[in-house]
């Protein structure tokens, strides 16, 4: 992802010889974008694209790839894809933070909804009971909702962002912040899902909500 690189040395360049205080990324369309700290530390491509997509090889894999754009960032020392679902306990932990932009077959644009996009993957925010018990069945437990919010529709683009904890297996509890947004056109979602243990999430919550908020999808004309 140069364009990720290439930011972060443009703002080094521009601030003098302090390093940059963010990492600046988009998609390859460039209509979803989104910083971070530049002490995050950006998940390998390849370990990214192995876990979202499979087999490198394989043709639903090439398939996936051109409907799916995706990126990683761990604040952790050393970085590791574990820390997308879960850390370590206490304050000590540290946030994880995917972003995934998604086109839309025509089925799927057909059906989206507020609440689609609170069940999108991952870690999907059940809105049914029936929802929740088919989430837990994959080994999740203890879901609690903490907030929710319609976010303001900016030139047609709708979103949603959801705060909520979850524990997977025997492991510690683990607080979700998760915004999706659906373009204009109704044919991409654009989704950012940040981890951290509660107590990390109430110490970081003004470098989390930060990130959270620089979250955006343009409103692009003939992309």
Not at 122 to 134: D, G, M, N, R
Request: hydrophobic share 40%.
């Amino acid at each position: 992802m140069g364009t990720v690189v290439g930011a972060a040395v443009a703002a080094s360049v521009l601030s003098g010889c302090a390093g940059p205080e963010y990492t600046y990324v988009h998609d390859d369309s460039g209509g979803t974008y989104f910083k971070v700290p530049a002490s995050w530390r950006q998940i390998d491509q390849k370990a990214l694209d192995k876990v979202v997509f499979g087999d490198a090889e394989s043709t639903t894999a090439q398939l996936a790839k051109q409907a799916v754009w995706a990126a990683a960032f761990d604040a952790y020392d050393e970085p590791s894809l574990v820390h997308l679902i879960q850390g370590s306990a206490g304050a000590e932990d540290r946030p994880f933070a995917f972003a995934k932009v998604q086109k839309l077959s025509e089925d799927d644009q057909n059906a989206v909804s507020l609440d689609a996009l609170r069940m999108s993957q991952p870690i999907p925010v059940p809105v049914t009971k029936e929802q929740q018990k088919a989430i837990e069945a994959t080994g999740f437990s203890g879901f609690e909702l903490l907030a929710d919010e319609m976010l303001p529709i900016t030139d047609g683009v709708r979103g949603v962002r959801s705060v909520y904890n979850y524990r997977l297996g025997d492991g510690p509890v683990q607080t979700f912040d998760k915004t999706v947004y659906l373009s204009a056109d109704g044919t991409t979602v654009s989704t950012l899902l940040i981890r951290c243990s509660p107590a990390c999430y109430r110490k970081r919550a003004a470098e989390i909500d930060t990130v959270v908020k620089s979250f955006k999808v343009k409103h692009l004309i003939n992309p």
